[in-house]
């Protein structure tokens, strides 16, 4: 009888450890999304253990192209994770192994700071699968994961320059200003003669009245072998960064790293307009947490130093303007005066159908397809609106959307890139983020262009502005115009957003379908 009673304790006791055991393998690493990224790609937590997590994942608007078909390319979305050290602070959390459902794809950088995530068939509409995470560190107390809607750009040819004269700044043939010039595998060489590749110089006004620098330094020589021509693959955010997600950035850097990247009232109050009118801009700091109320709308008041420590952050880099024409134009002809979705038809937003900022509000008129400023008189739209706003359209010029389906290249905000017009933008090596950023909440990727001093307005710091906002007129939404591209500006905009983007894996093949 002693036995048997010592027996049941005995059990009773292995039930009490095991139900602990479970309760910490539930509970012990709390795994949680972060809230601007779930606003466009909703993640839910299936299971997390010690070392690895579940994840089901949705986005609208997927797809990816059948096999031999003109384009070729998909949408994916880009999920890396941050953990919290001892110290409160948040740190990248690499990924060692990632599967998902049958009919998505994978693909892990060797740097394992994050995996692409795209359908490995033909296909389009909304996306939803589960994915599993194994992670490099097991004893991690808690994970915040992120989702961000990517574009794949395939490897390939493509043109430079619009061909329209009324086009400042334009690349075209070195030997031509009436021709477009086309990037090949071939190392690009910089001279005013057949083969080359070279730019309008000409300088033009800014929107304000004031004379802008000229676009083109007029250098000639060979483009670095390492310099990102837009040739190679790379993945590009799908949508300008948005507040949701840029309020995840913030929300995840020391107080003082935070205060060095987010806008101030001063910044505000700098062009003339005072707090609460901001031009759309939504996020502020409460009890202690980053919250953007409007999540979906594009980030503005952004500087370069900005964008590259969120390029940073997330383990992608800075685009070329090459790549932005690449991103834009793709593999199509050119188009004289061409916005990003291929035409020259251009409606501005002037309104909204339903709550303007509801997430099921549509644009108006019907057939607008970015925001814009008609004239000084006529600025229909002041700030952002939101992503996706225009991606149920029935046509790629309605939805507004580049030949691979990249949203908003044209309009709504500013795209900073590096510019091939000044010394320290060719100087640039495409290294990506490492998913940390210093304590003084600046990029520290070598080799990426940075601004050194804000004490003048612009100046050569290997950046420039491409694709217009809603502040500018028509001519500055053109694929081609390149007026501001060496502007390097050192105070916050109202107009100024950021996309990321990141190359290929070298060894990268397209999946077969399953």
Request: glycine share 12%.
């Amino acid at each position: 009888m002693n036995c048997l009673s010592k027996g049941y304790r005995l059990f009773a006791v292995l039930l009490t450890v095991l139900a602990l055991t479970a309760t910490s393998v539930v509970k012990g690493q709390p795994v949680e999304a972060g809230a601007g990224s779930a606003a466009l790609v909703p993640v839910t937590v299936e299971a997390s253990r010690s070392g690895s997590t579940q994840l089901t994942l949705s986005w609208r608007h997927s797809w990816r192209d059948a096999p031999g078909s003109p384009r070729g390319n998909h949408d994916g979305v880009w999920l890396f994770a941050k953990h919290q050290d001892s110290a409160g602070r948040w740190q990248p959390l690499r990924i060692a192994q990632a599967a998902s459902d049958e009919g998505y794809a994978l693909e892990r950088p060797q740097d394992g700071l994050g995996v692409f995530l795209f359908r490995a068939r033909a296909g389009s509409g909304d996306a939803r699968t589960t994915v599993s995470l194994q992670w490099a560190q097991a004893d991690v107390q808690r994970i915040r994961v992120y989702a961000w809607p990517m574009v794949y750009v395939p490897e390939g040819s493509f043109q430079l320059g619009d061909s329209a004269a009324s086009t400042p700044g334009r690349f075209h043939a070195g030997d031509d200003p009436a021709l477009p010039y086309t990037v090949t595998v071939a190392p690009i060489k910089l001279a005013p003669q057949a083969g080359a590749l070279w730019a309008d110089a000409s300088s033009t006004p800014l929107p304000a009245g004031a004379l802008g620098p000229s676009p083109w330094d007029g250098a000639t020589a060979m483009l670095p072998a390492a310099f990102p021509t837009g040739y190679r693959a790379f993945w590009i955010q799908r949508y300008e960064i948005t507040q949701g997600q840029y309020a995840d950035f913030l929300d995840a850097l020391s107080p003082e790293q935070a205060a060095a990247r987010a806008p101030m009232p001063a910044d505000f109050s700098s062009s003339g307009r005072t707090l609460p009118d901001n031009y759309r801009y939504t996020l502020a700091l409460q009890d202690g947490r980053w919250r953007a109320a409007q999540p979906r709308w594009s980030m503005n008041w952004l500087i370069w130093s900005d964008g590259a420590a969120l390029a940073d952050w997330a383990g992608l880099r800075p685009m070329t303007e090459l790549e932005f024409e690449k991103a834009a134009r793709g593999a199509a002809p050119v188009v004289p005066g061409e916005y990003a979705w291929g035409t020259t038809k251009i409606i501005a937003i002037r309104g909204f159908d339903g709550v303007d900022g509801s997430g099921s509000e549509r644009a108006l008129p019907a057939d607008a397809n970015t925001s814009w400023s008609p004239s000084t008189q006529d600025r229909p739209l002041l700030g952002p609106y939101g992503a996706g706003l225009l991606a149920d359209r029935a046509t790629r010029e309605g939805r507004g959307e580049s030949y691979w389906g990249v949203a908003d290249l044209s309009g709504n905000m500013v795209e900073m890139a590096v510019s091939v017009g000044v010394p320290s933008g060719r100087s640039f090596v495409p290294r990506h983020g490492d998913g940390r950023i210093n304590d003084a909440g600046e990029a520290d990727v070598a080799d990426w262009p940075r601004i050194e001093t804000r004490g003048r307005p612009f100046g050569d710091f290997g950046f420039g502005y491409r694709g217009g906002d809603f502040y500018n007129p028509e001519r500055d939404l053109r694929i081609s115009s390149r007026n501001v591209a060496t502007f390097g500006g050192t105070r916050r905009l109202f107009g100024l957003g950021f996309r990321a983007v990141r190359s290929a894996s070298q060894d990268q093949r397209e999946p077969e379908p399953l």
